[in-house]
């Protein structure tokens, strides 16, 4: 299953081609290290605000700092936070999910929360939360997590609904099957799927929501390079050092477009109902 | 039907309570003395213990939680710190720009997507359909704020064609300060409308294969007349539940929009709040927005009731 899954995901050309683009951005953020040619932090006054060349690929900003070398450290930083917040939120909204889908009389508490989370807009809530607990990069990812967690609760809940009234479910709890031992083998295991095509939508989400943090001056420390911190300092250098905002605009929107087309690949490869419909 | 709206109001209270809820939480979740953070290191502890005694937070939680639900219940929404002045008369001298930046930018946003997506239905898997999708997809994963920025440089800066920034001064007239809010409404307009192309498409496929289409086609009617009678009608109204959903889409893209282009907005004023601790301008902007959120879509339920025959309770 898993070789016919890969092999529908490559086949669609954009798909592949997103996927080429994350596993380029994943491997240089991993070997950030070994592949920039400078030290990310490096000043050189002497070479402030140079233009893109053959001794600075992507130019250099106002302290001289090589932005191509800061663009694959600041890569590092953006990934993780989206990985993270993924993977948390996935957490966090999978509990919540298999508690409301699965009993019935917490259901009602359970969706109220949920539509409550869903009321506030993403950068609000997420800006308060930061307020509230200090701007440093796991604050961002916690509260980014709180922010979309909601999102994977109402696809587990509207899951967990659908499976709890499947009859190997049935059977497993007259078989006395102990219940946290049904919610994690026997429900949450035949919705992994749907999780997934969600966790990836959210990755790309957080990435977005993060640069936005750090271009309000609310996110993570400005000196930690990341694509949206990076954009805040070029603010004022747009008209004169365009590449400073050109190039980091650029790898946001790849890799969050990678994302969604990966993102939209794996639900039509999963649920080819879907992808007639849309 | 009446118990279902009974329900709904029910559920829309329940969901009011949860936010406040959350607000108060998240205020409290500030490590250390909440006053002595929004006084900042200059006050001495008699500013703090006097702050936290106005703000009554020297009071056990559970009764500062029962205080706030009351004072919130009542529409008094508190004072803030840095303006020393009610939370609600501050937003609302800063309401004009975030409300017709929403406004304007729903609008553009609807009328890029709904032509767009019903013609990329109708002409699914044209060369159309795909750059239309492709480009909402890419309209979805640029942040705003960069796309806010190359507008701001090349079409103000470099053209003219609009103001830079600002909202056009203490003297500007209203025709003026709305000219200030094209750029960022076409900006933010731009963006929402990915989300909505998609719907429109996905409501319009899903019509078009309808059997009634087939009967109208059949019975001899012009294409033009059932693509807009009969799917078109029938597909705005899922439509109209997306565009209530982009409300809370739209609010975020304000806050960010607003800084871009320097709008003394509820957005920029939020941003503010945060930076200085004001935390009962953050709390009352909070549950101002999350409830106007409920509202909208409570509004939007209540409309797709009266529209659609198919919905009966």
Redesign the interface.
């Given at each position: 299953m898993e070789t016919s899954l890969w092999r529908t995901l490559t086949q669609r050309r954009s798909v592949a081609v997103g996927l080429v683009i994350l596993a380029v951005v994943g491997v240089a953020a991993v070997f950030a290290p070994l592949l920039a040619p400078y030290d990310p932090d490096a000043m050189s006054i002497r070479d402030r605000l140079t233009p893109p060349g053959a001794d600075w690929w992507l130019g250099t900003d106002e302290f001289g700092r090589d932005t191509f070398s800061r663009l694959i450290y600041a890569g590092r930083v953006s990934l993780t936070v989206g990985l993270g917040v993924a993977a948390l939120a996935s957490l966090i909204g999978i509990a919540l999910g298999l508690i409301g889908g699965f009993f019935r009389r917490l259901d009602p508490p359970v969706s109220r929360l949920i539509d409550a989370m869903m009321a506030f807009p993403d950068i609000l809530l997420a800006i308060a939360l930061v307020a509230a607990l200090g701007g440093s990069l796991v604050n961002v990812i916690l509260a980014l997590a709180v922010v979309y967690a909601p999102r994977i609760a109402r696809v587990v809940r509207a899951s967990t609904l659908v499976i709890r009234e499947l009859p190997y479910v049935e059977a497993a709890r007259a078989l006395g099957v102990s219940t946290p031992r049904v919610l994690v083998h026997h429900v949450l295991r035949n919705m992994v799927s749907p999780i997934i095509v969600q966790a990836t939508f959210i990755f790309a989400y957080a990435m977005l929501a993060e640069a936005g943090l750090s271009f309000l001056g609310v996110g993570v420390d400005p000196a930690t390079p990341t694509w949206g911190t990076m954009i805040n300092a070029a603010r004022q250098y747009v008209g004169t050092a365009d590449w400073l905002i050109l190039f980091p605009g650029i790898a946001i929107t790849l890799c969050v477009l990678s994302l969604q087309i990966a993102g939209d690949g794996l639900r039509d490869a999963l649920d080819p109902r879907i992808s007639k419909e849309l | 039907m009446l118990s279902h709206i009974v329900n709904r109001v029910i559920?829309m209270i329940?969901?009011?309570f949860?936010?406040l809820t959350?607000?108060f939480v998240?205020?409290?979740?500030?490590?250390g003395d909440p006053a002595a953070m929004m006084l900042g290191p200059e006050a001495t502890p008699e500013d703090a213990a006097e702050l936290r005694a106005r703000m009554g937070l020297d009071r056990p939680i559970p009764v500062q939680y029962v205080a706030f639900l009351a004072q919130m219940v009542s529409g008094d929404l508190g004072e803030s710190i840095f303006f020393n002045r009610p939370v609600l008369e501050v937003m609302a001298a800063r309401a004009e720009p975030t409300v017709f930046l929403t406004l304007f930018s729903i609008l553009i946003a609807v009328a890029i997507a709904i032509p767009v997506g019903v013609v990329s239905a109708y002409t699914r898997g044209s060369l159309f359909d795909q750059g239309a999708l492709s480009t909402a997809?890419?309209a979805?994963?640029?942040?705003?704020?960069?796309t806010g920025?190359?507008f701001?440089?090349y079409l103000a800066?470099?053209l003219g064609w609009f103001p830079v920034s600002g909202y056009g001064g203490p003297d500007a007239s209203f025709i003026q300060r709305m000219g200030h809010l094209v750029l960022p409404s076409v900006v933010l307009g731009i963006v929402n409308s990915a989300l909505i192309i998609?719907f429109s498409?996905?409501s319009m496929?899903?019509i078009l294969s309808d059997d009634y289409i087939r009967t109208a086609r059949a019975k001899g009617m012009t294409e033009w007349r059932v693509v807009m009678r009969h799917a078109f009608k029938n597909a705005l109204i899922p439509i109209v539940t997306v565009i209530g959903l982009t409300f809370?889409?739209l609010?975020?893209g304000a806050?960010?929009t607003e800084?871009v282009f320097n709008l003394p907005g509820v957005g920029s004023l939020?941003?503010g709040a945060?930076?200085r601790?004001d935390y009962p301008l953050?709390?009352g902007?909070?549950v101002v927005?999350?409830?106007l959120?409920?509202l909208i879509n409570f509004l939007i339920d209540m409309i797709y009731l009266a529209i659609d025959p198919r919905v009966k309770f």
């Open positions: - | 559920g329940a969901v009011m949860i936010v959350t607000v998240i205020v409290r979740l500030a490590p997809m890419l979805a994963s640029v942040p705003s704020f960069w920025l190359m701001q440089q800066t470099h998609r498409r996905a496929l899903d809370a889409l609010i975020s806050v960010v800084r939020v941003v945060v930076l601790r953050i709390q902007t909070l927005v999350a409830g959120y409920v």
